[in-house]
């Protein structure tokens, strides 16, 4: 039964098109750099903020319908989001979806009823995977919502809490594995802390990368041969966050040595709230080997929490796609961890939001790749690093076994030092305008 009368089947039809319901820059099958777009772009959904979130705020309840004809709470609602799910995913031609445990099922008292539950619905989700070519981008536990994790979930001060995390995350990565998920992702919900006065920072660190440690081994055994990711973000729901930032997570990981299995799945709203660009946290991972994936959404710069607002910054999306296309592309994906606005409640809102998305990021393709076949700011990066190579005293700098006082000497003969040469940095912005609007 189609759940989603009104809208058609969503085609690209070009940056003239003033149809609503029509891609304007996102066009599957044309080729930038020898891939097609759809592959640059894999685009997932996010099962919570598209299928499950109603527009609740702090100061009101739900407003949009998200109950596609069912009661809330129930497996018969459970399956009709499935329904929902790949219908919209059809009608927008989105290859993967990303889940949390309890979006996809109603949470029971029990763990145990719910795992039945879990088992029940991925089976339906499998079933409707069949003949298409949609698949699991990234699975992940939801360790905040739960009251159990009110102290956090590895990091808990309860080992009984702790038990619950470990139960949670073995059940979400069997679920990944059995729905051929490219990653699994532990975003540190509630892994932080409000005060040190009640907190022992050392034992809660140790212990996540203790649950971390096990879901490796545990993923490994059965099968999952994808990425695990951090998602790394400064604040809230807690005043202070574990995985702050990219470079914190890094460091996290290499002093625990989860490295090797673990890269970052960066949120451009996460990054910002850090007090970072988006286009900071995606060098950071990117230098360090580590960029997984990305949650594509943007923040409010008025505002000083995770708005999760669909991508519409030009600028940003070239800027993270001038990244990707550097890095040789992800591993993982573009899942839009995005909500309507709470005023767009309609079915037709959710469509031109994944729409005015997946176009941000067509068109952040398109120029993030005439930037680099025009070369210039390559040109200027090379050259403004040039004396390393051109010098005598930079390649004595970079040679093997130099030592403090001859490079020091160096300086004490010059006496005066030369200014290092201008950064730039408004040319270089022209540049960027005259390519995005040029
Ligand atoms: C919360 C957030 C999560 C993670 C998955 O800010 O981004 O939805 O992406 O738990
Ligand atoms: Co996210």
């Not at 339906?124 to 070519?133: N, P, S």
């Not at 649950?211 to 973000?233: N, Q, S």
């Not at 930032?245 to 490295?259: N, R």
């Not at 037709?348 to 070369?375: C, H, P, S, V």
């Amino acid at each position: 039964m189609e759940i989603f009368k009104n809208i058609p089947q969503i085609k690209y039809e070009g940056s003239k098109s003033k149809n609503p319901l029509a891609f304007k820059y996102y066009d599957a099958d044309r080729v930038i750099f020898g891939k097609k777009m759809s592959e640059h772009l894999p685009f997932a959904m996010a099962w919570w903020h598209n299928l499950c979130a109603e527009g609740t705020d702090m100061f009101g309840r739900g407003v949009a319908d998200k109950s596609f004809g069912q009661e809330y709470g129930t497996m018969e609602h459970a399956k009709a989001k499935v329904d929902a799910g790949f219908e919209f995913m059809q009608k927008l031609g989105i290859k993967y979806f990303c889940f949390h445990d309890v979006d996809i099922v109603p949470e029971a008292q029990d763990i145990n009823e719910t795992n039945r539950r879990l088992d029940e619905i991925t089976d339906y989700i499998l079933e409707k995977m069949e003949g298409t070519d949609i698949k699991c981008l990234w699975g992940t536990a939801n360790m905040f919502s739960n009251p159990r994790f009110v102290n956090g979930a590895g990091s808990s001060n309860s080992a009984e809490v702790f038990a619950f995390a470990c139960a949670q995350v073995k059940k979400a990565l069997e679920l990944t594995v059995k729905l051929g998920g490219r990653g699994y992702v532990f975003w540190g919900g509630r892994e932080g802390y409000e005060t040190l006065l009640n907190t022992d920072m050392a034992f809660e660190q140790d212990n996540i990368a203790r649950l971390m440690k096990m879901a490796v081994e545990y993923g490994r055994k059965i099968g999952f041969t994808g990425d695990f990711y951090i998602e790394p973000k400064p604040k809230e729901p807690m005043k202070h966050q574990y995985d702050f930032d990219a470079a914190t997570a890094i460091g996290f990981l290499k002093a625990h040595g989860l490295d090797k299995d673990f890269k970052m799945n960066i949120e451009a709203n996460h990054a910002t709230l850090a007090g970072h660009t988006f286009q900071h946290d995606l060098r950071v991972s990117a230098i360090n080997g580590m960029l997984g994936s990305i949650d594509a959404n943007q923040g409010d710069m008025l505002l000083g929490w995770d708005t999760d607002e669909f991508p519409f910054d030009v600028y940003t999306a070239t800027m993270c796609m001038y990244e990707v296309l550097k890095a040789g592309g992800l591993t993982g994906g573009f899942n839009f961890d995005a909500k309507n606005r709470r005023p767009s409640y309609t079915y037709e809102d959710m469509f031109e939001a994944f729409i005015l998305g997946m176009d941000t990021f067509a068109l952040g393709l398109i120029k993030a790749a005439e930037l680099i076949e025009d070369g210039r700011i390559d040109g200027f990066i090379e050259k403004r690093y040039s004396s390393y190579t051109s010098t005598e005293i930079g390649q004595k700098i970079m040679s093997e076994g130099a030592t403090l006082e001859e490079i020091a000497q160096y300086a004490c003969d010059r006496g005066t030092c030369e200014l290092p040469g201008s950064g730039k940095q408004e040319s270089l912005e022209a540049i960027v305008n005259s390519i995005l609007f040029g």
